[in-house]
């Protein structure tokens, strides 16, 4: 699984979250972030991601201003 691409999905529902990483990955290794301090440091320190999913609403900033 380690040769797979991440997705990484960054939200601040940690059921959410769960759920995301539950679900059967045959193309990608799901990666997860909890709310927007989090996001930015595992951007920061992991990686290279294939996608980047960000909740719309987040607090204290939401995902477009997280993705900008």
């Known amino acids: ?25 045959k193309e990608f290794r799901p990666c997860t972030a909890l709310g927007f301090a989090h996001g930015l440091d595992v951007v920061a320190h992991g990686g290279p991601f294939a996608v980047v999913i960000a909740a719309l609403r987040m607090a204290p900033v939401g995902g477009t201003e997280f993705l900008a």
């Open 1 to 25: 699984m380690p040769d797979l691409p991440c997705i990484l999905c960054v939200d601040d529902d940690a059921d959410f979250l769960e759920q995301f990483r539950g679900r059967s990955w």
